[in-house]
């Protein structure tokens, strides 16, 4: 049977090989997840058909018993549109969320129960060939070293005790075509109020700086380097978008990857080009530019250097729990540890890693200082310094003495955290003793 010849780019990819996004389980009582979303760049190189037109893509996986998902073809998300390629042309496509001709919205990604099929069989149906092309691709897990997982957007410190980072691997939008965007985030901060979730701080909303997001202080998600800062374009008002209004934003290179950071407010960003930034540091302020839909959020995107490679995002030092599990008391419910992995595809409740020290608990005599807030960011760097934000401010913290203690103490801290119940309170006095130790010995 004729198959079309048709040369395929699929992305993200290495060596062959096609990502899938590892998802932490939305609580304890669930399981891991995975999401396969791609983006194909189809050429057109079949010498016996001066035309080809692409019907349906399947996606199957052979071996699990799992059945094939034909994707949903929709016009506006194969470029060019409908399908039709002459001979020499490409074609590129994404299975991202979709726009249907009924103005409801599909979320066309794959998500599936863990573990990952093995290999991903995609095939490509063209109206002019008996046999569709196909290829099968070995999957493997966007899981980079411990060093290259992100931080989170926002510092505790930055939040009242009630409110929470809000996101979800389901992004409403493709990028289009170029599926830029199956992999963003676009986060909200948001409260439970009288049992109803708000992104705003008095259940109504008249201007920008009644929702929760707008304003509060956007951070380095690691050490890296600032890329480009884009300053073009006023915030729009609340729920009205500018005709003409262009997005405020940050690029910046951590590791092997490059992170936007999006719809910045006006005049808010901190930082230039070239510019060096630690884990935690304040790069701009979250804002309403660009096309927000006049409603504020951060919104993100990640991308490999080299190559302009999607990636989806991988976070550590954050809990999460899914928004509608979160306990009415604002407990931690069955809440799990993100290590290297996605959000989950429920809408998710969000609060990075932080201790909060008491004076005695640290031995201190502090009369000014009610609570101390110590977050860490960043790790142990190399020598075995660290940072950490200590009310707001970012302090570097060297590998020895007693700063050097107090962020091992940070570490452990939030380790025992972890565990909960009795095991975690016998340990979380054992640190603060051993921390007590060398305060009383520095002095």
């Known amino acids: 049977m004729a198959r079309p010849d048709l040369k395929v780019d699929i992305l993200p990819s290495q060596d062959g090989k096609v990502y899938y996004l590892p998802l932490a389980p939305q609580s304890r009582d669930h399981e891991e997840r995975l999401k396969i979303?791609?983006?194909?760049?189809?050429?057109?190189?079949?010498?016996?058909h001066p035309q080809?037109?692409?019907?349906?893509?399947?996606?199957?996986?052979?071996?699990?018993?799992?059945?094939?998902?034909?994707?949903?073809?929709?016009?506006?998300?194969?470029?060019?549109?409908?399908?039709?390629?002459?001979?020499?042309?490409?074609?590129?496509w994404s299975n991202g969320s979709v726009k249907l001709a009924n103005k409801d919205?599909?979320?066309?990604?794959?998500?599936?129960?863990?573990?990952?099929?093995?290999?991903?069989?995609?095939?490509?149906?063209?109206?002019?060939?008996d046999a569709p092309w196909s290829d099968l691709f070995d999957l493997i897990p966007w899981r980079p070293?411990?060093?290259?997982?992100?931080?989170?957007?926002?510092?505790l410190v930055d939040l009242a005790d009630d409110e929470y980072i809000v996101t979800s691997a389901r992004h409403w939008y493709n990028g289009q075509h170029n599926g830029t965007q199956i992999y963003a985030h676009d986060i909200s901060i948001q409260a439970r109020v009288n049992g109803e979730w708000t992104r705003t701080y008095s259940g109504t909303a008249?201007?920008?700086?009644?929702?929760?997001?707008?304003?509060?202080?956007?951070?380095?998600?690691?050490?890296?380097?600032?890329?480009?800062?884009?300053?073009?374009?006023?915030?729009?008002?609340?729920?009205?978008?500018?005709?003409?209004?262009?997005?405020?934003?940050?690029?910046?290179?951590?590791?092997?990857?490059?992170?936007?950071?999006?719809?910045?407010?006006?005049?808010?960003?901190?930082?230039?080009?070239?510019?060096?930034v630690r884990a935690g540091q304040?790069?701009?302020?979250?804002?309403?530019?660009?096309?927000?839909?006049?409603?504020?959020?951060?919104h993100m995107e990640c991308r490999t250097h080299s190559g302009h490679t999607l990636r989806g995002f991988v976070f550590r030092n954050t809990w999460q729990l899914a928004r509608d599990l979160v306990p009415a008391d604002g407990g931690r419910g069955r809440r799990v540890q993100i290590d290297r992995q996605g959000i989950c595809e429920e809408t998710a409740a969000l609060r990075p890693f932080a201790t909060w020290f008491g004076?005695?608990?640290?031995?201190?005599?502090?009369?000014?200082?009610?609570?101390?807030?110590?977050?860490?960011?960043?790790?142990?760097?190399?020598?075995?310094?660290?940072?950490?934000?200590?009310?707001?401010?970012?302090?570097?913290?060297?590998?020895?003495?007693?700063?050097?203690?107090?962020?091992?103490?940070?570490?452990?801290?939030?380790e025992a955290e972890a565990l909960g119940g009795a095991?975690?309170?016998?340990?979380?006095?054992?640190?603060?003793?051993?921390?007590?130790?060398?305060?009383?010995?520095?002095?």
């Not at 019907?55 to 799992?66: D, E, M």
């Not at 390629?85 to 590129?92: I, P, Q, V």
């Not at 070293?145 to 510092?155: C, D, K, M, Q, T």
């Not at 640290?362 to 190399?382: N, Q, R, S, T, Y």
Request: net charge neutral.
């Open 52 to 92: 080809l037109t692409i019907t349906r893509i399947v996606f199957s996986y052979p071996g699990t018993g799992l059945d094939e998902r034909e994707m949903l073809r929709v016009p506006q998300y194969i470029h060019p549109d409908g399908g039709v390629l002459a001979l020499g042309d490409t074609a590129t």
């Open 359 to 414: 004076p005695g608990d640290l031995g201190l005599e502090i009369d000014e200082l009610e609570v101390l807030v110590a977050e860490i960011f960043g790790g142990a760097a190399k020598g075995g310094e660290g940072w950490v934000i200590v009310n707001g401010r970012l302090i570097r913290v060297p590998p020895r003495g007693i700063k050097g203690e107090l962020l091992k103490a940070i570490v452990a801290l939030g």
């Open 423 to 443: 095991a975690a309170s016998k340990r979380v006095k054992a640190i603060l003793d051993a921390l007590d130790e060398a305060l009383k010995a520095g002095r």
């Open 145 to 155: 070293v411990s060093e290259r997982a992100l931080l989170l957007p926002f510092a």
């Open 206 to 276: 008249t201007r920008n700086r009644d929702i929760r997001v707008f304003g509060r202080p956007v951070r380095a998600m690691g050490d890296g380097e600032v890329l480009d800062v884009v300053q073009q374009g006023p915030d729009n008002p609340y729920d009205k978008e500018l005709a003409a209004a262009a997005a405020n934003y940050v690029w910046v290179r951590y590791g092997t990857l490059d992170v936007k950071y999006s719809h910045l407010r006006e005049d808010s960003i901190a930082v230039s080009p070239g510019r060096r």
């Open 37 to 48: 979303a791609v983006r194909l760049k189809i050429t057109h190189q079949d010498a016996d």
């Open 282 to 298: 304040k790069l701009a302020e979250a804002g309403n530019s660009g096309n927000t839909g006049g409603s504020p959020h951060l």
């Open 105 to 129: 919205k599909a979320y066309n990604q794959v998500y599936l129960d863990r573990p990952a099929p093995q290999r991903l069989r995609i095939s490509v149906h063209c109206a002019e060939t």
